[in-house]
């Protein structure tokens, strides 16, 4: 009996603790430009910024260029900029009239000096260790990004 008893308590315990587990959470800011928008994920837990992923979408015409070709080269430094960054996933899509950067920051595994050399506009003032989601949204929304609902 004392077995069943305790292996219901266990069973309790464990939903109750499943249950105050917080979700990591995404919240989405948006800046569009004549040719240029640019999305930024915030993937957080209550007000710990962890990771950001930020989308770039650069129309040809807005480089000065035309082809996909151009473009490639153009953008090749930028490519060799993000490449072996411990924290830093980049890619970059060229399509036909635009090219689509992606850059996936983890804020727990990037270091200081690498994330400044790139200078990304959405970084956290602060430490990242300590990135606030509430103060990297203010600080978006005063660059003139809108908060998707």
């Known amino acids: 009996m004392k077995k069943i008893f305790w292996g219901i308590v266990g069973v309790v315990v464990l939903f109750s603790l499943s249950a105050c587990t917080v979700q990591e959470q995404t919240t989405i800011f948006v800046l569009k430009q004549e040719d240029e928008h640019v999305k930024v ?68 595994k990037v270091s200081t000096k690498d994330a400044k050399e790139i200078s990304l506009i959405s970084l956290p003032n602060e430490s990242f260790a300590s990135a606030s989601e509430e103060a990297n949204e203010a600080q978006l929304i005063k660059l003139g990004f809108k908060k998707e609902k």
């Open 41 to 108: 994920q915030n993937i957080h837990k209550k007000d710990a910024l962890l990771k950001q992923k930020i989308t770039t979408t650069i129309q040809y015409k807005t480089m000065g260029i035309t082809t996909k070709t151009k473009a490639e080269k153009l953008l090749e430094p930028s490519k060799k900029l993000y490449t072996n960054k411990k924290g830093i996933h980049y890619t970059i899509d060229f399509n036909e009239k635009a090219a689509v950067e992606t850059v996936e920051v983890d804020l727990k």
